[in-house]
């Protein structure tokens, strides 16, 4: 069975910083391309950040400069920081996993987790 868990979401204040952790069980983690997407209420599910197996990475451009994505493949995780949160930074944010990356950019993943919800406060 195919488990995507995140965690290390939270409420923070405006500037600060987060780091969202996603830890994937049931499959090869080391050949699938990750993903984090993030839904604000009200809105479309949007990808934030996406990392291939080889390590290449595309980021949306509004959290370029800002968020970093990586993968520790020997601990099945992917990670998100966050760094100069901003208001509109608030969503539940969301990891996905595939063995295709136009699947991942298009948010087809086959596999996603529950969400983890960030809250910043201006």
């Given at each position: 069975?195919v488990?995507?868990?995140?965690s290390g979401?939270?409420l923070?204040?405006?500037?600060?910083?987060?780091?969202?952790?996603c830890?994937?069980?049931g499959?090869?983690?080391s050949?699938n391309?990750?993903g984090?997407?993030r839904?604000?209420?009200?809105k479309?599910?949007?990808l934030?950040?996406?990392?291939?197996?080889g390590?290449?990475i595309?980021?949306a451009?509004?959290?370029?400069?800002?968020f970093?994505?990586?993968?520790?493949?020997a601990k099945?995780?992917?990670?998100l920081?966050?760094?100069?949160?901003?208001s509109?930074?608030?969503?539940?944010?969301?990891?996905?996993?595939?063995r295709?990356?136009?699947?991942?950019?298009?948010?087809?993943?086959d596999n996603?987790?529950q969400?983890t919800?960030?809250?910043?406060?201006?």
């Amino acid at each position: 069975q195919v488990q995507l868990v995140e965690s290390g979401g939270g409420l923070v204040q405006a500037g600060g910083s987060l780091r969202l952790s996603c830890v994937a069980s049931g499959i090869d983690f080391s050949i699938n391309h990750m993903g984090w997407y993030r839904q604000a209420p009200g809105k479309q599910r949007e990808l934030v950040a996406a990392i291939t197996r080889g390590g290449s990475i595309n980021y949306a451009d509004s959290v370029k400069g800002r968020f970093t994505i990586s993968r520790d493949n020997a601990k099945n995780t992917v990670y998100l920081q966050l760094n100069s949160l901003k208001s509109e930074d608030t969503a539940v944010y969301y990891c996905t996993a595939d063995r295709i990356w136009g699947s991942i950019l298009r948010g087809a993943g086959d596999n996603w987790g529950q969400g983890t919800q960030v809250t910043v406060s201006s």
